[in-house]
């Protein structure tokens, strides 16, 4: 019989991972860390000509009904999970739906394979450079309270804070432009103002240099200021931006290795992001004498 109408073979859809981001589309636009990550997962996932179904949304219930319609189209294989909360409800609905997922970040869910991140090492090794320097008074400006990696990071800052016996000033963001300048004015503008700021990401970082500047607080002589993420942004500041470096495009390489196993249903092995390094540059220097 021949390969016509109806019967001739239909080929395989094309196999596809699902990647879903809760989060305003500007601030995706602004933020470098999500594109070297799917670069370096896109990249990857190529090598077993897979693809990489993105979907930006709003917020998490968006999030679970994106999910709900990838399973009933069956338009993926798996789902890595980002930017874990507490309490997550994802895990649970994706089990329901019978879509396998990998989760990523900081307090993974027992019982479902993750790719981890040790966000307390890298807060501690901040914070003990700028104790280095002789820093006491040093602020903190996180991202949104809800993920689980900033009540990691948040944990680690406060414990050093009580382990020194100094005071914690700690302020949170959603990690855009205008949160790192408003935040960092308000840090500066309190009557003991810290002599050192540390931020959660780049964009707030750059922009809380700038807010210094236009008060005339000069950085690094009387503020030293720590970005996390390393990137151009940091690079082109003036001065450049001292950052918790991270391999991003790596991370997402590493991500994309554990997606495999998962899609192959054998044990996924245990797996780190990489490790977040101090990259000292010109925002950071000996605390300034306080009078």
Not at 67 to 79: F, I, L, M, P, Q
Not at 114 to 130: E, I, K, M, N, S
Not at 277 to 285: I, S
Request: charged share 25%; net charge negative; hydrophobic share 40%.
């Amino acid at each position: 019989m021949s390969e016509s109408g109806s019967e001739r073979a239909q080929p395989d859809p094309p196999s596809a991972v699902g990647l879903v981001l809760a989060r305003p589309i500007r601030l995706l636009g602004l933020e470098p860390f999500f594109m070297e990550f799917i670069a370096g997962l896109e990249e990857t996932v190529a090598e077993r000509d897979l693809s990489i179904l993105l979907q930006v949304v709003p917020e998490q219930d968006a999030e679970v009904e994106t999910y709900r319609r990838w399973a009933g189209r069956h338009s993926v294989d798996a789902v890595i999970v980002v930017n874990l909360v507490e309490g997550d409800r994802r895990p649970g609905v994706l089990r329901e739906l019978g879509l396998p997922c990998l989760l990523v970040g900081a307090g993974a869910e027992p019982g479902f394979p993750a790719v981890r991140t040790d966000h307390a090492g890298a807060v501690g090794a901040a914070l003990a450079y700028l104790r280095g320097l002789g820093h006491r008074q040093i602020a903190r400006v996180s991202g949104p309270a809800q993920l689980l990696h900033t009540r990691a990071r948040t944990a680690a800052y406060i414990k050093d804070c009580q382990e020194v016996g100094a005071e914690q000033v700690l302020l949170e963001g959603d990690y855009s432009d205008e949160a790192g300048d408003e935040l960092t004015r308000r840090i500066l503008a309190l009557p003991q103002r810290p002599t050192a700021i540390l931020y959660d990401n780049d964009v707030m970082a750059v922009a809380g240099l700038r807010a210094a500047q236009d008060l005339g607080v000069p950085v690094p002589d009387q503020l030293s200021l720590v970005a996390w993420d390393d990137s151009t942004l940091c690079r082109l500041a003036s001065p450049a931006l001292t950052t918790m470096s991270v391999d991003v495009h790596e991370y997402g390489v590493r991500v994309a290795r554990s997606t495999f196993e998962v899609l192959d249903g054998v044990p996924v092995s245990e797996r780190w992001s990489p490790t977040a390094r101090l990259t000292p540059r010109g925002t950071t220097a000996t605390a300034p004498e306080l009078g």
